[in-house]
């Protein structure tokens, strides 16, 4: 069964550095999503990308945040100069041509900020 | 935009009785609703769904419930077993607005007791 796979599974940083979570979504779907998990807490809705372009992101995606598909297969999202409350697991996920219907979920990235 | 409030946020049962999980949702114009089971430290992944042209859906043990008019969701998990145990989450996506983004609700973590 095709899957989203996401890269690091984990990842530990200092306060200040740019980090890029990598995510390659499964290969006929064409709606990109990254969603947070603070832990403990529920799922919340960062971005969603369609035809390589933001189709909406929340209050939380400020200008720290940006996603991009630099070579048609993987899909990144980068926080500029992380802060130590980005600390979460984050989760790519994919619909497909359609644009309606289940929602896939990578394993996650864990990023901690020290 | 939409807000998706889910109760309760803990539930203890006991091996075999049932479970009830309730969500509430604000967007009418959203038509679509899964419910996602995710195990401690792993993804969410997919358990039901429900269009909103359907009142009721069921899958061996899962049931969900929609009443359009109130906006309100039940999960329904009958014969409870201790692999049950995990924290649900109900979701809302509106697939009218073309951006279709998924909200989802707080969480509720059950606890089957053997």
Same mark, same amino acid.
């Given at each position: 069964?095709?899957?989203?796979? =996401?890269?690091?599974?984990? =990842?530990?940083?200092?306060?200040? =550095? $740019?980090? @890029? ?16 998990? @603070?832990?403990? =807490? ?10 390589? $372009? @933001? ?23 980068? @926080? ?26 990578? $394993? ?7 | 935009? /939409?807000?998706? /409030? &889910?109760? %309760? ?12 999980? +309730? ?10 609703? %899964?419910? *996602? +089971?995710?195990?401690?430290? +792993?993804? %969410? &992944? ?13 899958? &061996? ?8 008019? !109130? ?9 409870? &077993? %201790? /692999?049950?145990?995990?924290? *649900? ?11 279709? +983004? ?11 007791? !053997?």
């Amino acid at each position: 069964e095709p899957e989203v796979t =996401q890269t690091p599974s984990h =990842q530990v940083t200092q306060m200040g =550095q $740019e980090v @890029i979570l990598r995510c390659v979504p499964i290969s006929n779907h064409l709606y990109f999503y990254w969603y947070r998990q @603070i832990l403990g =807490q529920k799922v919340e809705f960062l971005v969603s990308f369609y035809n390589n $372009e @933001i189709s909406e992101k929340s209050e939380i995606f400020d200008d720290q945040f940006s996603v991009e598909r630099p070579d048609g297969s993987n899909f990144t999202l980068k @926080i500029r100069s992380t802060k130590l409350e980005d600390s979460a697991m984050y989760f790519c996920a994919t619909t497909g041509q359609e644009g309606t219907g289940e929602l896939f979920f990578g $394993e996650g990235s864990r990023l901690t900020v020290l | 935009g /939409e807000n998706v /409030e &889910q109760h %309760p946020s803990t539930l203890s049962v006991q091996e075999g009785d049932s479970a009830v999980i +309730k969500c509430t949702y604000s967007d009418s114009a959203s038509n679509y609703f %899964p419910w *996602y +089971k995710q195990e401690l430290g +792993k993804r %969410p &992944q997919l358990i039901i769904d429900i269009r909103s042209n359907v009142g009721e859906k069921k899958d &061996q043990r899962i049931a969900v419930t929609l009443n359009k008019t !109130a906006k309100h969701l039940s999960l329904h998990i009958t014969e409870t &077993q %201790p /692999e049950d145990s995990a924290v *649900y989450f109900c979701a809302a996506r509106d697939t009218t607005s073309g951006t279709y +983004k998924y909200i989802f609700g707080t969480g509720t973590r059950l606890k089957v007791l !053997a």
